[in-house]
Structure formats: structure tokens, C-alpha cells
């Protein structure tokens, strides 16, 4: 009873104030942590928890973003492969001596703060400890298959949305905030040792204000304005509310998201810190080929089929950025492709960077599929062939404008392990182990809400190659003649 009672003062606040944290990001944590547990595409890979970790010393040096020390700072003894953003973590030598003095004065009081602090220091190391520096040489060949026994790694093997982590370096962030409140302790306890002598108490308040403020002095570095072209000032300025389409798009480019400030208008593609491939940009004819620069397993006509596509999805504004294409597939496939989709139609904007197209809605829309949004695993590329696995045994196709009134077609080429079928839009098929086609007339029996189910009988034993729309039975499945090497 005395210890529960001598207990509830040191830690009653911090766990009210930790169930009102958590009380009002639940928001977000709710639904963050539903994802990790169900999906493994926020899993980002097993180097980047040796790649971003912490050194012991990238705490212990002076703060790499000192005016004065920079850049040379950046070669400091420490992580030397991680962004400079990742290992500026310096404690500070100040802070460092005051929370020291905190935690040895307030013994009854600091306990907390200091298990914080060696908490997320120990986590912050992530799966590998390191006195020094933290090289290339330093990390695995196969990360993924290397047991780690510290805090942060049977954390991270046995809570299941810890999985998530990459960044381990952020976890001294809570270091700081524990240090500084031990550092508040330390100074209050030099201030009630110097009670006697208000000027010495003066003189050593503004002392370690002048001394903090001189360890972390970062001036700051030579600004420039932003790179915005004046393209998205003109179209802040115009009515609608319709979608830019920002070109290239092979990989997300923050860059969008600084344009989007100016215009205002939303964005197809930008920036996020996962790839979510429940999100349209792998799923739809269109926008496969311009993320991969080649095709996906959709055989679609993508100048037949793109102003649909881009109608649907709200795309009012297709832009060319020269500048973000130096040369190559990037520019070479991403012009190739907007031209065969605005073939006859005239830029409404062009100037040496960029090359504005507007979107027209087609007079009759041409019917395409569309990947289902889970069931179907990452593009799989071995020289020019590609394919998806039916991850379990599901999967499904949307058929987006279908007219049943022509006997469509759905064609398939597929390969399963042996002693596995596939039941598609009620046909059967048998196993096979070498790709081979099947064609499946589309009627409203065979059809679930606009969906073709693709469902095996084995978990993970099918992998689909091509999947195409024909007008009619008697079209050639995979005439098409495009072809070429998929980019990651």
C-alpha cells in the first residue's frame, strides 16, 4: 500500500496524459495499426532498420547542423550512410549535464523520465548496436533472415505492427523530450542550490540559456524561391475542381505536392511513404504503363482507352514536366504514351518545361478492366514477361462501361501449380504449368456486381500474366503488339 501510494505521484500524470494521447489519435492509430496487422505493404524493407538506426555516438557528438561546423559535421563519427535528417540527434552537452544533475537529485521524482529515456535510446540503436560509426559493410547481405536479440528487434519481431517501423533513428525524439524534462530538474536544482545569491542565480540562468542557444545554432542556409513553374499560378486562377495528373509518375515525386500548394487542385498521383497497391496507380490501364514505363498484365489499347480512364478518375489536367524527365524510357515511354492518348487534341499550355494537356469527356466510353484492389501481389518482371500471383485464392477484375450486348470476351493467360484449378466467371480451368490462354464469354449470369472472381483452389499457386477485353469471341486474344521491358 505505502509503495502504490509513494508510486501514484510519479506516475500518475504521464499515464493520464498517455490515455489522453492515445484517446485522441486513436483516429489514427486505430486504423494504422488494423493495417499493419492485416497487410505487409507498409513492411518496408529489413536494411532500412540497419540503414536508419542509430549510432551510440550520433547522440554524443555536437549538433551536426552547427553553423559553424557544418559541412564537415556531416563526416562525424557516427551513422554514415543514413541522411543527414536521420543522425542529427545530438543530445546536446548542456542538456546532457543538467538532466544528469536532474536524475541524480530527484531520485524519488526522475525515475520515470529516466526509463523513458534509456527506453527509446535502446530502441532508437535499432536491431544492431553500434558504438561508432555505421558503414555499408555494417549491414547484412540478408537483413530479412538475421535473428536480432536487442530491445528494438523482439520488439519488432514479436508486436505485430511494429513491423511497420523504418526510421528507427526517431525514436530519440522521445530521448530529447525525457532528457528535457530531466534537464528542467537539474536546472531547478542548481537554481534552489544558488536560492542565497540572486545574481549568481541570474548569471547561471542566462549562462546555460546562452550556452543551449550556442549548441544548437543552425543559421539558416541560402534560401531560393520555390521551383513552382507559373503554369499552376494561371490555374489557381480558372474555375473547376477538376484533378492534375502530374507526368512522370514511375516514382512519386514530393515536388507535386509543393505545385499543388499554389494550384489547389487535387492530385492523381504525388508523394507517400508507402505503396499501397490498393490505390489506383497499379490497378488501371493508363496508369500501370506510365508507373512501370511499359505494360502491366492488362493488354489494353492505352490510346483508345486513356481519355476514359482519366475521365473517370476526375483528371481534368495532364502535365508534361520536362525538367522531371531528363531523357531515356522516362521521357521517351511517358511522351509516347500521352501522345497516343491525346492524339488530335492540341496542348492547352506549352513553354520550353512543360506541356499541358486538358482531358475532354469521350463521346462513348471504351471499356477497360481494372485490378482488384486486394487478392492480386506485386508485377513480377523477368526479361520482357511479366505476371501477378493470386496471393491466397482470390482475386478479382472490375469491369468498368462493359456492354453486354456485343458477347464481350475476357481473356486470360494463366499458369498454376500442379493439381491447382481455377474457377473463372463459372468456367474452370484446368492446371497448367507452362502459360496458356483461355477465352471466357462475359454474360450477366457469369458476372458478380460488375466483377470477374478469379478463385484457385490452392492458396499462392497462380500467377496471371495477361488479361485483356475483347469485343467478341471471334477477336484474337493478346493481338496486341505492345511490348517492352517493365521498369521498377
Known amino acids: 500500500g505505502n509503495a502504490v501510494r509513494r508510486l501514484l505521484p510519479v506516475i500518475g500524470a504521464p499515464v493520464v496524459a498517455g490515455a489522453v494521447f492515445v484517446l485522441l489519435l486513436s483516429p489514427m492509430l486505430v486504423p494504422m495499426v488494423r493495417e499493419a496487422t492485416r497487410f505487409s505493404f507498409m513492411v518496408r524493407p529489413p536494411t532500412d532498420l540497419y540503414v536508419l538506426s542509430a549510432s551510440v555516438m550520433d547522440f554524443l557528438v ?23 535528417s536521420e543522425r542529427t540527434i545530438s543530445v546536446g552537452y548542456v542538456a546532457l549535464i543538467l538532466a544528469v544533475a536532474g536524475a541524480w537529485r530527484g531520485r ?228 509516347a504514351l500521352a501522345a497516343a492518348v491525346f492524339a488530335g487534341h492540341e496542348p492547352v499550355y506549352a513553354d520550353e518545361r512543360l506541356t499541358v494537356h486538358r482531358v475532354q469527356t469521350p463521346p462513348a466510353p471504351v471499356a477497360y478492366l481494372v485490378l482488384g484492389a486486394t487478392g492480386w501481389g506485386p508485377l513480377e518482371v523477368v526479361e520482357t514477361t511479366r505476371a501477378r500471383q493470386i496471393v491466397g485464392q482470390e482475386a478479382t477484375l472490375e469491369l468498368r462501361h462493359l456492354v453486354l450486348d456485343t458477347a464481350p470476351t475476357l481473356c486470360l493467360r494463366y499458369r498454376t501449380l500442379p493439381a491447382t484449378e481455377v474457377a473463372v466467371a463459372g468456367v474452370t480451368l484446368p492446371p497448367t504449368t507452362a502459360d496458356a490462354t483461355a477465352q471466357i464469354v462475359l454474360t450477366e449470369d457469369n458476372l458478380a456486381d460488375g466483377r470477374v472472381v478469379l478463385r484457385a483452389t490452392q492458396p499462392d499457386a497462380v500467377w496471371v500474366s495477361g488479361v485483356q477485353l475483347t469485343a467478341d469471341p471471334a477477336t484474337q486474344c493478346f493481338s496486341s503488339t505492345e511490348t517492352g521491358t517493365v521498369k521498377r
Open 62 to 84: 555536437p549538433n551536426r547542423l552547427h553553423t559553424l561546423a557544418r559541412p564537415a559535421s556531416f563526416a562525424w563519427i557516427g551513422n554514415q550512410i543514413a541522411p543527414v
Open 108 to 335: 524519488g521524482r526522475s525515475g520515470l523520465w529516466v526509463l523513458t529515456a534509456l527506453f527509446f535510446f535502446l530502441m532508437a540503436l535499432g536491431p544492431r548496436v553500434h558504438l561508432g560509426n555505421i558503414t555499408w559493410d555494417d549491414i547484412p547481405a540478408d537483413a530479412g533472415a538475421v535473428r536480432s536479440w536487442t530491445l528494438f528487434g523482439v520488439l519488432n519481431a514479436t508486436v505485430p505492427f511494429m513491423r511497420i517501423s523504418r526510421s528507427v533513428s526517431r525514436y530519440a525524439l522521445m530521448v530529447q523530450l525525457a532528457l528535457a524534462v530531466l534537464a528542467g530538474m537539474g536546472a531547478y536544482g542548481l537554481f534552489v542550490w544558488l536560492r542565497r545569491s540572486p545574481v549568481w542565480r541570474g548569471v547561471a540562468a542566462g549562462a546555460a540559456l546562452v550556452l543551449v542557444m550556442g549548441e544548437y545554432w543552425v543559421a539558416p542556409y541560402p534560401i531560393s524561391p520555390p521551383d513552382t513553374p507559373p503554369f499552376y499560378a494561371q490555374l489557381a486562377h480558372e474555375a473547376g475542381a477538376g484533378a492534375v495528373l502530374n507526368l512522370p509518375m514511375n516514382y512519386d515525386r514530393p515536388g507535386y505536392l509543393l505545385y499543388q500548394t499554389v494550384h489547389g487542385r487535387p492530385l492523381t498521383v504525388a508523394y507517400i511513404s508507402r505503396d499501397d497497391p490498393r490505390t489506383l496507380t497499379t490497378r488501371v490501364p493508363l496508369l500501370q504503363h506510365l508507373r512501370h514505363l511499359g505494360p502491366d498484365i492488362i493488354d489494353a489499347d492505352v490510346g483508345a482507352v486513356g481519355m476514359t480512364v482519366l475521365d473517370d478518375l476526375g483528371v481534368e489536367y495532364v502535365v508534361l514536366d520536362r525538367y522531371k524527365m531528363p531523357g531515356g524510357d522516362e521521357r521517351d515511354v511517358t511522351e
